[in-house]
């Protein structure tokens, strides 16, 4: 787009859409669609309009600032908070309709004077901690829930838990955690309490737990395209949605025995075709990618030289044929044969794919595309 920053994020809504008709092929029950941390980066805004529009009817969001913006926006969606919240948030919460989580009674009792202030229920999920160590009742559970079940005002819809290892090829501890999730379901049970919504997976135990079924699940990562475990060989066709772009600004030769960069940590060892990109690590382009990158130009690998800086960084494009000012660089994403994932960046910079999509930051523009459409 014209007058555009040289920098800009593209997000592809037909990836999307085709990988959430993955998702549902690979489970029965009801998808609430994970957009916290502006969907992972992606922006929460346009996925949520996207996935509404296939169907999801659930989203699920970490503090309550990202449910009202959802909530402004798109008032005839469910949204649910699966993050803690404090007491003096109820009103809010109560008043705009927002679902949240439930893990001590306080909590419990502040939503229920809220729900009695203003004659409306207050609908809301038990948070159960079955050995994530986060939030959650524990041993406490039965007695508690059965206390908030008593609470004027207030609707018990959903109970559920998060599992800490279902990403993992031993998957012993997931089953120690399901099977305390429903040694407390069916407790809840004898003592005359039906929840109706129970749920329990994220990306991972979607693909590795598919005999765990419960009414909804709750998918992030693989919604973006990414598979939130590397030994995975089952199903794989999820699609990226984002790649990252720039337009290079400015081109030089060096000499062997010139440096680039902060500290000097690149010396040309022979003359050297040097292109500066106009983003960096203020942008989510990792510093610790520094000389350890590679980006796309021209359909080639050009190899990130000397340290990143806050906004800018360089990359060596010596032999490649043609390379000029303004043209566009694929840091992440692909093109044409050459390809670059959130998780290989994830690996060079000592994290995890979540970390790489979610820092991507706001100053990036997001550019949408849908090619799941066809073009008019
Ligand atoms: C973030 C989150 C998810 C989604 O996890 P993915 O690995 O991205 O699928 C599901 N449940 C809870 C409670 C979460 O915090």
């Known amino acids: 787009m014209h007058g555009m920053r040289p920098a800009w994020a593209c997000i592809d809504l037909g990836a999307l859409r085709r990988n959430y008709r993955r998702i549902c092929r690979q489970t029965n029950s009801e998808v609430m669609a994970i957009v916290k941390a502006n969907a992972y980066g992606h922006g929460a805004l346009e996925i949520v309009r996207t996935l509404k529009e296939e169907g999801v009817r659930r989203f699920g969001v970490a503090i309550l600032e990202e449910a009202l913006q959802i909530r402004e926006k798109f008032p005839e969606v469910t949204v649910m908070l699966i993050g803690p919240t404090m007491p003096d948030q109820a009103e809010r919460i109560v008043a705009e309709g927002i679902i949240p989580e439930v893990f001590r009674l306080e909590q419990a009792e502040a939503f229920s004077l809220e729900a009695e202030k203003k004659g409306i229920p207050a609908i809301l999920h038990i948070k159960v901690d079955t050995g994530m160590g986060r939030i959650g009742f524990q041993e406490d559970a039965l007695e508690n ?32 955690q399901l099977k305390r999730f429903d040694g407390l379901y069916e407790s809840l049970k004898t003592a005359g309490l039906n929840i109706p919504m129970r749920h329990v997976a994220n ?3 979607i693909l590795q737990l598919r005999d765990q079924e419960y009414e909804l699940c709750r998918p992030g990562l693989m919604l973006y395209g990414q598979l939130p475990m590397n030994h995975w060989e089952g199903e794989n066709g999820f699609e990226p949605l984002m790649s990252l772009k720039a337009r290079i600004v400015h081109l030089k030769k060096i000499a062997a025995g010139d440096s680039v960069s902060y500290g000097r940590t690149f010396i040309a060892q022979a003359p050297t075709l040097v292109a500066t990109l106009p983003l960096g690590y203020a942008d989510g382009l990792r510093r610790s990618l520094s000389n350890n990158w590679n980006v796309i130009v021209k359909g080639r690998y050009a190899p990130v030289i000397g340290r990143i800086c806050m906004d800018q960084t360089m990359i060596d494009v010596t032999g490649i ?20 994932t959130a998780a290989q960046m994830a690996e060079c910079a000592g994290t995890i794919s979540y970390e790489i999509l979610c820092g991507i930051s706001q100053r990036v523009p997001r550019v949408y595309i849908d090619t799941s459409q066809i073009p008019k």
């Open 145 to 176: 829930i059965l206390k908030i079940a008593q609470l004027p005002g207030i609707e018990i819809e959903g109970i559920y838990t998060h599992l800490a290892t279902a990403d993992e090829i031993d998957l012993g501890f997931a089953f120690t």
């Open 321 to 340: 044929e043609g390379v000029e000012i303004g043209d566009e660089v694929t840091i992440l994403g692909s093109e044409g044969k050459s390809s670059l």
């Open 203 to 205: 990306s991972a135990a």
